[in-house]
């Protein structure tokens, strides 16, 4: 078996405004909350955007309750980490879609945070684990991508430029969680950060298997192994991405 190539450090001083995009809350807080707990403390602008509202995500919560309770835990953990933005979307949990309407969506809400690093997860068919990703990640994964192109063009949902959102290009975007990382976001110090972010979902956690790794448990699985592929004796905790310039 062939090395793995090194990783690059993400150059943080590239950018001082971030988005998120991922379909339903805790998907940020599987990592990548440690990486946005960094950015804000060092006084980046980081907002959220949720294409779902995780409403069919317990399966002994009805979706018409779930909904604005998984949201209200989404905001809480969010806070955790000094993000005061969140939004979602009108899509329904479980059964996104890749298309042209959610391509819009998404180039809606980069045009109105004009971010310059967009973040999301992978699209691909597994996580960097080997484990299956979820159908709705995969959607909005792909659709992320496309949509940094899209908001940047004028003569695509020029409807959005007829609504006020003119064209805005981002430098870059992250995807994180997938099989290829190219660059890593040095999180030491911030695994606790990440933790609290994610005990804040606790009507989900509630809900998960007995078996199911706690938050601490988990994250310092994920964030520690990040590191082990970094293989620097500094690096403690990592969030690993693969970066695309745009």
């Given at each position: 078996?062939?090395?793995?190539?090194?990783?690059?450090?993400?150059?943080?001083?590239?950018?001082?405004?971030?988005?998120?995009?991922?379909?339903?809350?805790?998907?940020?807080?599987?990592?990548?909350?440690?990486?946005?707990?960094?950015?804000?403390?060092?006084?980046?602008?980081?907002?959220?955007?949720?294409?779902?509202?995780?409403?069919?995500?317990?399966?002994?919560?009805?979706?018409?309750?779930?909904?604005?309770?998984?949201?209200?835990?989404?905001?809480?953990?969010?806070?955790?980490?000094?993000?005061?933005?969140?939004?979602?979307?009108?899509?329904?949990?479980?059964?996104?879609?890749?298309?042209?309407?959610?391509?819009?969506?998404?180039?809606?809400?980069?045009?109105?945070?004009?971010?310059?690093?967009?973040?999301?997860?992978?699209?691909?068919?597994?996580?960097?684990?080997?484990?299956?990703?979820?159908?709705?990640?995969?959607?909005v994964g792909l659709a992320t991508l496309d949509a940094t192109a899209d908001a940047g063009?004028?003569?695509?949902?020029?409807?959005?430029?007829?609504?006020?959102?003119?064209?805005?290009?981002?430098?870059?975007?992250?995807?994180?969680?997938?099989?290829?990382?190219?660059?890593?976001?040095?999180?030491?110090?911030?695994?606790?950060?990440?933790?609290?972010?994610?005990?804040?979902?606790?009507?989900?956690?509630?809900?998960?298997?007995?078996?199911?790794?706690?938050?601490?448990?988990?994250?310092?699985?994920?964030?520690?192994?990040?590191?082990?592929?970094?293989?620097?004796?500094?690096?403690?905790?990592?969030?690993?991405?693969?970066?695309?310039?745009?």
């Amino acid at each position: 078996m062939s090395p793995q190539p090194a990783l690059a450090a993400l150059d943080e001083t590239t950018f001082d405004s971030v988005l998120c995009v991922v379909a339903h809350p805790d998907d940020i807080e599987y990592g990548i909350a440690a990486a946005v707990a960094k950015w804000t403390t060092a006084g980046k602008r980081v907002s959220y955007f949720l294409l779902t509202r995780g409403e069919a995500g317990i399966d002994t919560m009805d979706p018409v309750d779930a909904a604005p309770a998984r949201a209200d835990e989404e905001r809480a953990s969010a806070s955790v980490v000094g993000v005061d933005t969140v939004e979602f979307g009108d899509h329904s949990d479980g059964v996104v879609e890749y298309g042209v309407p959610l391509r819009r969506d998404i180039a809606a809400a980069i045009r109105r945070h004009q971010p310059d690093l967009v973040v999301t997860l992978t699209h691909a068919e597994t996580f960097s684990a080997g484990n299956l990703n979820q159908a709705d990640h995969r959607a909005v994964g792909l659709a992320t991508l496309d949509a940094t192109a899209d908001a940047g063009n004028r003569w695509i949902f020029p409807e959005l430029v007829a609504d006020g959102l003119e064209p805005w290009k981002v430098q870059a975007v992250a995807v994180a969680a997938g099989p290829n990382p190219t660059h890593f976001v040095d999180v030491t110090g911030h695994l606790d950060d990440a933790v609290e972010s994610l005990e804040e979902h606790r009507l989900y956690n509630a809900a998960l298997p007995d078996d199911f790794p706690k938050p601490a448990e988990l994250l310092g699985n994920i964030l520690g192994g990040g590191a082990e592929r970094v293989g620097d004796s500094a690096v403690t905790h990592a969030v690993l991405v693969e970066l695309f310039a745009r």
